[in-house]
């Protein structure tokens, strides 16, 4: 069945440091992607999204390019910063168990942490 | 502002006794849906609802109910916690043609003892 394996944390970096969270899938036919995060303490927000193959997805300096000969999805970030600290989470979307559906699929979350 | 909001965001109660968390979005939003937050689990999502009157089971929906009597409230229901429902709940909604774009709530922490 689908499914989507993220890289496990927890990531520590110094500010301006280069980011890389990784992201594979398996799904069936080319589902679209996404990127939430998650502010300490509060719901999960859209990141960013990518909806074919060879899409790029970027926001607030964040990008992800959906690999479709990887099936793969990594966030990046040039230069991140100490508001970057918290969880992100790669969510491909996949067919319901009925398959009349789509929904997403949620990764464990990666939790980064930016030092000063 | 467009928001999601949940209540309450902190609870505390006992095996056996019936609560209910609400969820209500002032987005005009066709699709709701309850996610369960677990460490080293992610999220899964227990019911979800595509309109008033239209719900259907997510992952995890057993000891859950919900109901969508109107547009913008979806209330998750325990008829009777146990505490392997001790978790972080999170409500979620998005229009019928960006389904899969959610906005969330702030999350409702609960305790089961």
């Known amino acids: 069945g689908d499914s989507v394996t993220q890289m496990e944390g927890p990531v520590t970096l110094s500010e301006e440091a280069f980011l890389t969270i990784n992201c594979t899938y398996t799904?069936?036919?080319?589902?679209?992607l996404f990127w939430y995060v998650q502010y300490p303490g509060e719901g999960l927000q859209l990141l960013l999204k990518?909806?074919?193959?060879?899409d790029k997805g970027s926001n607030k300096g964040f990008e992800a390019t959906y690999r479709k000969e990887t099936t793969s999805f990594h966030l990046e970030k040039g230069s991140v910063q100490v508001s970057d600290s918290a969880v992100y989470f790669c969510?491909?979307?996949?067919?319901?168990?009925?398959?009349?559906?789509?929904?997403?699929?949620f990764g464990k979350g990666t939790l980064l942490t930016v030092n000063p | 502002e467009a928001q999601v909001t949940q209540n309450p965001r902190y609870l505390i109660t006992v095996t056996g006794k019936k609560l209910t968390v609400t969820c209500s979005q002032n987005m005009n939003h066709e699709y709701m849906s309850w996610y369960r937050q677990d460490p080293g689990l992610g999220l899964r999502q227990i019911y979800y609802?595509?309109?008033?009157?239209?719900?259907d089971k997510g992952d995890v929906p057993e000891g859950y109910k919900v109901s969508r009597k109107e547009k913008r409230n979806f209330p998750l229901i325990l008829e009777s916690p146990s505490p392997n429902q001790t978790s972080l709940y999170f409500c979620?909604?998005?229009?019928?043609?960006?389904?899969?774009?959610?906005?969330f709530g702030p999350g409702t922490r609960l305790t089961v003892t």
């Open positions: 969510a491909p979307r996949r067919r319901n168990s009925g398959g009349s559906n789509y929904k997403l699929t």
């Open positions: 990518a909806t074919k193959a060879d």
């Open positions: 609802s595509m309109n008033v009157e239209v719900t």
């Open positions: 979620a909604s998005s229009p019928a043609d960006r389904r899969l774009e959610q906005y």
């Open positions: 799904a069936t036919g080319y589902p679209s």
